[in-house]
């Protein structure tokens, strides 16, 4: 028989399940991508959930085409658009995740 007592069984139990969610919702995240082209569709930034710049793809005669403040313009306003769908999905995530109640709730306001 176990020396644990039930309910410190169940705080660590619900601990364990949590930190299992913790990873399974990190998994998620780390695998959201936004690819916004650039107003001209020359330029297509990949971004990650944080907003980081993962990869970049350039259209091939792109840097010929555009003079340097052009085409910084495009990049930049690709990878706005690009943040801001990461970002989307990313709360479209976090909102559609089933969340526990906390205990206080859960036991009916006891502490």
Same mark, same amino acid.
């Given at each position: 028989?176990? +020396?644990?007592?039930? +309910? %410190?069984?169940? !705080? =660590? &139990?619900?601990? @364990? &399940? =949590?930190?299992?969610?913790?990873? +399974?919702?990190?998994?998620?995240?780390?695998?959201? *991508?936004?690819? @916004? #082209?650039?107003?001209?569709? !020359? !330029? %297509?930034?990949? %971004? &990650?959930?944080?907003? @980081? $710049?993962? +990869? =970049?793809?350039?259209? #091939?005669?792109?840097?010929? @085409?555009?003079?340097?403040?052009?085409?910084?313009?495009?990049?930049?306003?690709?990878?706005?658009?690009?943040?801001?769908?990461?970002? *989307?999905?990313?709360? %479209? $995530?976090?909102?559609?995740?089933?969340w526990?109640?906390?205990a206080?709730?859960?036991n009916?306001?006891?502490?």
């Amino acid at each position: 028989m176990s +020396d644990i007592h039930p +309910d %410190v069984q169940a !705080a =660590l &139990d619900a601990a @364990r &399940d =949590l930190r299992h969610r913790i990873a +399974d919702l990190r998994e998620k995240i780390n695998t959201i *991508r936004a690819r @916004r #082209p650039s107003p001209s569709g !020359a !330029a %297509v930034p990949e %971004v &990650d959930a944080m907003g @980081r $710049l993962t +990869d =970049l793809y350039l259209a #091939p005669g792109t840097t010929e @085409r555009f003079g340097n403040n052009e085409l910084i313009a495009e990049i930049m306003a690709a990878i706005r658009d690009s943040t801001a769908d990461a970002g *989307r999905q990313y709360q %479209v $995530l976090m909102n559609t995740e089933p969340w526990p109640e906390p205990a206080a709730q859960a036991n009916g306001g006891a502490a």
